[in-house]
């Protein structure tokens, strides 16, 4: 009887959207643009509408839309320090004239979607007013406003909160009748803990953010890049169509990373089959970082219908490099050499299919940066890869 109570008492409490069949993409402007409200000082860089609006005209004009770029997200910071007399949210008037529900119709106009920043508790991080006590109505708020998106924190509150409060958001979220995605923080909060129940989290979350927030510098990318490598047994058989593993936002048109170094950002997310968020300007962006960004063939990786997260499988003792490997619907593999070391010229290397864990004697292989076929190769793939995080990237088609 209780097994049969736990079994139903799932069933209505999981999120129940249909969205995230493959990875969300598109623009979030927490690491780039943060907590800025001075539109005063900084009309450029703040937060207001005008910024979001900028950007989603960018992504339609530019031809990010065109590859599957489609959510403009608010992060932290969008609201007044005190909610209204009726108890409701209240959007920063100087930054949201028209409000967040007006920026919605405006951004769905051109047929994209918006998402919003929220915490489970008694504050924000930025310390606005958290949901907590107030769960129903800021969900109905939010679905009242047109949201697609929201991404909840958890700050201020106690972890022991989560495995009833990130689901009764859930319950919420289902019972306003709009699919609305999902991305929690919970996990995030949880790493020095010995268990995740990472179970009970994809049952509840579209997305959810395992790591601290990403810098813009290579170190914090490499950080994360290290963390996915060693913990993916406990990560990767929890993603799939629906429930994806966030490592956090793509820095590609930042500041931190190298024309390389970008390369295998976007290469690596795609293998860990992370959402594309990008956090960036694409109001002053370099063409081969756009190029990067628009990889069709890189994103074709992240897009597969399979959802089946790539992993490391092999890493040298000194960890000077590392292969990953991961499957792909059409019985192809995307493969990744990725160097990390700093020592001088480009390198050769060299990875047999057994090492891989592709099983086949030859295979047809191609560059997915050069947008090249390399031909047939036999018993193993051989590749320059220069230093200091740089990669190669491969779609690898077995002959049977």
Same mark, same amino acid.
């Given at each position: 009887m209780l097994l049969l109570l736990a079994l139903v008492v799932g069933t209505v409490s999981a999120l129940d959207n249909g969205l995230a069949l493959t990875p969300p993409m598109g623009w979030l402007?927490?690491? @780039?643009?943060?907590?800025?409200?001075?539109?005063?000082?900084?009309?450029y860089n703040c937060i207001s509408a005008d910024l979001f609006l900028s950007m989603?005209?960018? $992504?339609? #004009?530019?031809? /990010?839309?065109?590859?599957?770029? =489609?959510?403009?997200?608010?992060?932290?910071?969008?609201?007044? @320090?005190?909610?209204?007399?009726?108890?409701?949210?209240?959007?920063?008037?100087?930054?949201?004239?028209n409000g967040v529900d007006g920026l919605a119709k405006q951004i769905h106009a051109m047929g994209l979607k918006i998402g919003i920043y929220e915490d489970y508790g008694t504050k924000t991080c930025g310390g606005f007013p958290g949901t907590k006590g107030h769960v129903e109505d800021d969900i109905n708020l939010f679905a009242e406003w047109?949201?697609?998106?929201?991404?909840?924190?958890?700050? /201020?509150?106690?972890?022991?909160?989560?495995?009833?409060?990130?689901?009764?958001?859930?319950?919420?979220?289902?019972? #306003?009748? !709009?699919?609305?995605?999902?991305?929690?923080?919970?996990?995030?909060?949880?790493?020095?803990?010995?268990t995740i129940p990472y179970g009970d989290i994809a049952a509840n979350c579209n997305l959810w953010r395992n790591y601290g927030d990403i810098q813009d510098s290579w170190g914090s990318v490499q950080a994360i890049i290290n963390w996915f490598g060693d913990n993916h047994g406990d990560l990767a058989s929890f993603a799939g169509p629906g429930n994806w593993n966030d490592p956090d936002m793509l820095l590609i048109g930042d500041y931190g990373l190298s024309e390389e170094q970008s390369k295998t950002q976007m290469a690596l997310w795609a293998m860990m089959a992370a959402p594309?968020?990008? %956090?960036?300007?694409?109001?002053?962006?370099?063409?081969?970082?756009?190029? $990067?960004?628009?990889?069709?063939?890189?994103?074709?990786?992240?897009?597969?219908?399979?959802?089946?997260?790539?992993? !490391?499988?092999?890493?040298?003792?000194? &960890?000077?490099? =590392?292969?990953? #490997?991961?499957?792909?619907?059409?019985?192809?593999?995307?493969v990744v050499f990725y160097r990390k070391d700093a020592?001088?010229?480009? @390198?050769?290397?060299?990875?047999?299919?057994?090492?891989? &864990?592709? =099983?086949?004697? %030859?295979? *047809?292989?191609?560059?997915?940066?050069? *947008? @090249?076929?390399?031909?047939?190769? #036999?018993?193993? $793939?051989?590749?320059?890869?220069?230093?200091?995080?740089?990669?190669?990237?491969?779609?690898?088609?077995?002959?049977?």
């Open positions: 402007n927490w690491e @780039r643009y943060r907590c800025n409200t001075d539109c005063k000082k900084d009309p989603a005209q960018h $992504i339609v #004009t530019d031809g /990010y839309a065109d590859v599957g770029y =489609e959510y403009v997200n608010i992060d932290d910071c969008w609201m007044e @320090r005190s909610r209204g007399p009726d108890g409701k949210l209240v959007p920063n008037p100087d930054l949201f004239p047109g949201i697609d998106s929201l991404k909840l924190d958890g700050c /201020y509150d106690n972890v022991t909160d989560f495995p009833t409060g990130y689901p009764l958001v859930t319950k919420a979220l289902n019972a #306003t009748g !709009r699919p609305i995605l999902y991305s929690c923080s919970w996990p995030a909060y949880l790493r020095n803990k010995d594309l968020y990008m %956090s960036n300007d694409l109001r002053n962006i370099k063409q081969w970082q756009k190029d $990067i960004l628009m990889n069709q063939e890189v994103i074709n990786v992240n897009q597969d219908p399979l959802g089946k997260a790539g992993r !490391r499988v092999l890493q040298d003792p000194k &960890k000077h490099w =590392e292969y990953w #490997t991961r499957p792909l619907a059409d019985g192809s593999y995307a020592g001088g010229l480009p @390198r050769n290397y060299k990875a047999t299919f057994a090492q891989l &864990k592709i =099983e086949t004697k %030859s295979a *047809h292989v191609r560059d997915l940066y050069l *947008h @090249r076929d390399l031909g047939v190769m #036999t018993g193993a $793939i051989q590749a320059v890869v220069p230093p200091s995080g740089s990669c190669r990237m491969f779609k690898v088609t077995p002959i049977h």
